[in-house]
């Protein structure tokens, strides 16, 4: 008995000693200068535990940084014996972590074999301070119908009241287009219009130049087959309708999107049978509008009126077989910034997407998918994108063309010219929801739209019709966070918009809700 006993205790002394890495750690170059100094340790290998993970490795940053280390068995709960030297260091900053471009979930020594890493040499391992959780702000008064479509805008002047000039115009299903703006932790509805006899099924918001300043202007498609635009007047808190839209379209209105560059802003719209037209956005006039009356009494609502313009597109063609369901310009460098954007990219249920010169309105590049598409999003520095899917799927596309940075672009083998990382990350996603490897993680139904960060190319966000709103980092196969996006069981988040520093989102339960990021 005696001998099993000692032989049972040297086995677990030769067991003991867990197995050491060398990890390097490396700033993020995306960090900022200003942040650099407080953030940044020596790059000297140093040995971890090959078993660590994130948090553990969190700790060990924020320990070599000399700030708060919290406890991992009662959180950030300390003993009194060191809540002085507490007291003394700066609080803890959550980290992430990149091996080979990939965020650290597995313990370290899994990660680095699955990536193909060898742990004779000190690992490279790229930290930076992580996202935290969207905090939930305030919401919007119970609205009358759904929340279909919003978007924001950061360019106008503002109405002089407010904590900032940002806007958020949001579309429902009773045609109504309404403004809010974002007061702190509260949504306050500024003005709203009828603008339509049919649910709003697509909305995009720009800047223009009225009465001297930038006020936004918002574009509106709808099941009603109307597609018109609204100027927000700020002297008068309305918003005015600005050009009707004619002559493109015979169906429901999917999608729109404006670009606004090279002094002119152009938009392009697509419909339920796949058809795209291009138009020319008029400027914003106000000539005459502040006279209460003109010659022979005509009221100004009268001369507003007659000042509505009806426009005709440039270009109309059939683009798809079935609903345009996603929009957006092509990428401009910053050198040509200024310029009007001359690629177009599309998605539609047909499963296909699509890059189009709109310069002779062909077909550039054609890529074909296996699901239909309910929504695209542009990443902010390319021409990547994500579209969203009926199968609780959210998938990647590569659509550079040839002579576009990084793209090797080649249409005869599928225009696919993705580097190496973004193929990865195509690989997770449709491992993600096809083969279910992670399927608890995912969303349970409906994606009902993508949105990219205008501020990170390596994130995005979603809704679906399982009434969460998700955060996701592309060089990962989990989201980041998972948040409640509805106030009832049942409900259905349908649309989303980035702001500053917030995220909105809003659906059935016809609600606005924001999210501090």
């Given amino acids: 008995m005696s001998d099993q006993s000692s032989a049972s205790s040297s086995d677990e002394n030769e067991s003991s000693p867990e197995t050491k890495l060398l990890i390097s750690f490396i700033l993020s170059p995306s960090i900022a200068r200003t942040q650099r100094d407080a953030l940044e340790l020596p790059t000297e290998p140093i040995a971890v535990p090959a078993s660590i993970r994130k948090r553990g490795l969190s700790a060990v940053v924020n320990h070599l940084l000399d700030r708060k280390v919290p406890k991992e068995d009662d959180g950030s709960n300390s003993s009194d014996s060191d809540s002085d030297d507490d007291d003394e260091k700066l609080p803890a900053i959550p980290f992430d972590f990149l091996l080979n471009d990939k965020l650290l979930r597995l313990p370290l020594e899994s990660a680095a074999r699955k990536e193909g890493l060898s742990t004779e040499y000190a690992l490279e391992v790229e930290y930076f301070p992580a996202r935290l959780p969207p905090k939930k702000g305030g919401e919007s008064e119970s609205l009358p119908d759904w929340i279909t479509a919003m978007d924001c805008n950061s360019g106008s002047s503002g109405s002089g009241d407010g904590d900032s000039n940002m806007m958020l115009f949001t579309g429902g299903a009773d045609g109504v287009i309404r403004s809010f703006f974002s007061k702190g932790d509260t949504l306050q509805l500024a003005t709203s219009v009828s603008a339509h006899t049919g649910p709003i099924k697509c909305l995009s918001s720009s800047t223009t130049s009225f009465e001297g300043n930038k006020q936004p202007l918002v574009a509106t498609g709808s099941m009603d087959q ?80 007659a000042n509505i313009q009806e426009v005709k597109p440039l270009q109309s063609i059939k683009a798809h077989s079935s609903n345009i369901s996603g929009l957006a310009w092509g990428y401009t460098n910053e050198q040509s910034s200024a310029s009007t954007p001359t690629t177009l990219l599309t998605g539609s249920w047909d499963h296909g997407l699509k890059v189009y010169d709109t310069n002779r309105m062909d077909c550039i590049l054609a890529l074909n998918g296996s699901r239909v598409i309910t929504s695209l999003s542009r990443c902010s520095n390319s021409n990547v994108v994500a579209t969203s899917s009926p199968d609780c799927t959210v998938r990647l596309w590569d659509m550079r063309t040839n002579g576009e940075g990084g793209g090797s672009g080649n249409v005869g083998s599928g225009g696919s010219g ?29 994606v009902s739209s993508v949105e990219w960060s205008p501020t990170d190319p390596f994130v995005l966000a979603t809704t679906s019709h399982d009434g969460t709103l998700k955060v996701w980092d592309i060089r990962s196969s989990l989201p980041l966070h998972t948040v409640k996006a509805v106030n009832k069981k049942g409900e259905k988040a349908l649309c989303l918009a980035f702001g500053d520093g917030m995220i909105y989102s809003g659906g059935s339960d016809c609600v606005v809700k924001q999210f501090a990021l």
């Fill in 418 to 446: 993705m580097d190496k990382s973004l193929r990865q990350s195509f690989v997770i996603f449709i491992d993600l929801c096809i083969y279910c490897i992670y399927s608890v993680f995912s969303h349970k139904a409906w």
């Fill in 226 to 305: 109307t597609l018109v635009t609204h100027v927000y007047n700020a002297a008068k808190n309305t918003l005015d309708l600005h050009a009707v839209y004619s002559g493109g379209h015979a169906n429901s209105i999917g999608s729109v999107a404006l670009s606004s560059g090279g002094g002119k802003m152009i938009m392009a719209s697509g419909d339920w049978d796949g058809g795209l037209a291009i138009w020319s956005v008029p400027s914003a006039s106000a000539d005459d509008d502040n006279d209460a009356t003109t010659t022979g009494g005509e009221s100004v609502a009268k001369k507003q009126k």
